[in-house]
């Protein structure tokens, strides 16, 4: 599980940055928020530090990560992945079809 520990905007793109058991933080572009029976997932984009700059490169495969959006006790925002093969399917859906009405890649 990884702690949302922040979110905040750089160059008008929506940025979150998560922190992992181990203190390690990584920066994700969030690309889509998804609801789907009554749960709550994010999409997410990883941001190396070499890509950010606005780079051109060829075309690439992107990475996305969907996450499930959680909160403990206190009203903390965290993310963990889908571990429910049925689950996963059913969001994985959802964003291929997001994806296909809106032409997102």
Request: net charge negative; charged share 50%; with cysteine.
């Amino acid at each position: 599980m990884k702690r949302l520990s922040e979110e905040y905007f750089e160059d008008e793109i929506e940025t979150v940055l998560l922190t992992d058991e181990e203190g390690n933080e990584y920066l994700f572009e969030l690309i889509a928020e998804l609801e789907l029976e009554g749960e709550n997932y994010k999409v997410l984009v990883p941001l190396d530090e070499e890509g950010e700059e606005g780079e051109e490169e060829e075309e690439t495969e992107v990475e996305i990560r969907i996450m499930k959006t959680v909160r403990d006790e206190d009203g903390n925002e965290f993310l963990c992945d889908i571990e429910d093969d049925e689950e996963w399917e059913k969001v994985a859906d959802a964003w291929q079809e997001l994806v296909e009405d809106e032409e997102l890649f």
